[in-house]
């Protein structure tokens, strides 16, 4: 759960961390796990099968649905909770991969605004190694006009930026490996390239939505996660029992394709994810 302190962070400034989820032990055997799944199922686990990934691997669909998180996003969006993705971000040691500055309400089509991003830490996170940077306190102004970049590093679809925000405006989420953070569909935020010798890793599950909210640009699946879904907007999707069947597989291409078409809708071209 998160304490009133807490919360009252996420209301002022649109995003609160570091939570404190898993223990170093649990995050250690995630770690361990996802990377086993990378050497042996490389192609399904780059790339764009990045995204949503927790359809198609236990240990993520496990994280996704633990209730020590569920109990945090609860406190922010209400008791009827739904999944309606996740995506894997890796930045390699020494590479310029960075996401610019962005909200994203912007371009996900979820509306009204009753959701939440998590994004934990499978590895630690710092400056050095380009964790996440929020414009505080920036949720509470309208959306944004974004420009799309399609910048070569960009690790965003379509490389969307908000102009003419500086570093110094915003504020580093630093955090241990298996602590997350929570940030606000309109919060402008991004993170820069990888200088350091180690890999940087997040889940981010992307995101948690309340029942009442509707996808208006265009299809989604959810899993259930808690409480009703009592406005049945979203067809729903099953869980994984066993690393990459062949089922899961075809389905989370299919739900892939669509979010796509979400990320894409009015650019004039698609990008590599
Ligand atoms: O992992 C990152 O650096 C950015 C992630 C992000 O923009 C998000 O989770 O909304």
Request: a negative charge; glycine letters at 8%; aromatic letters at 8%.
């Amino acid at each position: 759960m998160l304490n009133d302190a807490q919360k009252q962070h996420y209301d002022d400034h649109g995003f609160v961390a570091p939570i404190d989820i898993f223990t170093n032990a649990e995050i250690t055997a995630i770690r361990a796990e996802i990377e086993a799944a990378e050497k042996k199922w490389h192609d399904e686990l780059a790339g764009a099968g990045r995204n949503n990934a927790h359809y198609v691997l236990p240990v993520l669909d496990a994280i996704t649905h633990d209730s020590r998180i569920l109990d945090a996003v609860e406190c922010l969006i209400g008791r009827d909770i739904l999944v309606c993705g996740t995506t894997l971000f890796i930045k390699p040691p020494h590479t310029d991969g960075y996401v610019s500055w962005h909200q994203d309400a912007r371009y996900i089509g979820l509306e009204p605004h009753n959701w939440v991003t998590v994004w934990l830490a499978i590895d630690d996170v710092d400056e050095q190694n380009g964790c996440m940077r929020m414009v505080s306190g920036s949720h509470k102004a309208p959306l944004q006009d974004h420009i799309d970049t399609f910048g070569e590093d960009n690790i965003l679809t379509r490389g969307q930026t908000v102009p003419d925000i500086k570093i110094e405006d915003s504020v580093p989420v630093i955090m241990k490996a298996g602590q997350l953070s929570l940030h606000h569909p309109r919060i402008v935020h991004g993170s820069g390239p990888n200088h350091s010798d180690k890999r940087r890793m997040g889940f981010a599950i992307q995101s948690y939505i309340g029942a009442d909210v509707d996808q208006v640009i265009g299809k989604i699946w959810v899993q259930h996660a808690r409480g009703d879904d009592t406005y049945h907007y979203h067809q729903h999707a099953g869980r994984p029992i066993k690393a990459m069947q062949a089922d899961d597989l075809a389905f989370r291409h299919q739900a892939n394709e669509c979010l796509s078409d979400i990320f894409y809708a009015g650019a004039d071209r698609k990008g590599k994810f």
